[in-house]
């Protein structure tokens, strides 16, 4: 169980991140609501390790700014992830948390779950109440 503290955390850093993409990545909101949405359904059916590693692979790697949609709004998630853990906000920054799970102790991937399935469930609070959803084709 997480203290007041670390719930505020949470919906502060979780917030940040929504806004962000509300404010400066408008291109990609509704790709992102949708991958904020299932990413706790992928970690805990495949695993932390396995759901990052995913996301690292759909954003084309580091290159995922360049890109647009999908790889976008991949990018971006894996890069707000990474950020939560104090990773630096650059273009190395997926490849460098991709680099250092696979040397998490089990401790640590099991606090690390914990960790980011209450930072996803307070995204996509904000996301649900901020972006605006993909509009899907009628035809």
């Known amino acids: 169980m997480y203290t007041a503290n670390k719930r505020q955390e949470f919906a502060k850093k979780a917030f940040e991140y929504v806004k962000e993409v509300k404010n400066e990545h408008k291109d990609v909101e509704g790709k992102y609501l949708s991958y904020v949405k299932k ?7 495949n695993g932390l390790l396995a759901a990052l590693s995913f996301e690292y692979a759909k954003s ?14 991949h990018g ?22 991709i680099k250092d799970m696979v040397k998490w102790d089990s401790l640590t991937v099991i606090r690390k779950t914990d960790e980011i399935i209450n930072l996803l469930n307070w995204m996509r609070r904000f996301a649900e109440g901020m972006l605006k959803e993909e509009k899907k084709n009628d035809s």
């Open 76 to 97: 971006l998630l894996l890069n707000h992830i990474a950020r939560f853990w104090g990773y630096e906000n650059d273009e190395s920054s997926n490849f460098q948390l």
């Open 39 to 45: 990413f706790p359904v992928m970690i805990k059916t």
């Open 60 to 73: 084309n790697g580091d290159n995922w700014k360049e890109n647009g949609g999908e790889k976008k709004a």
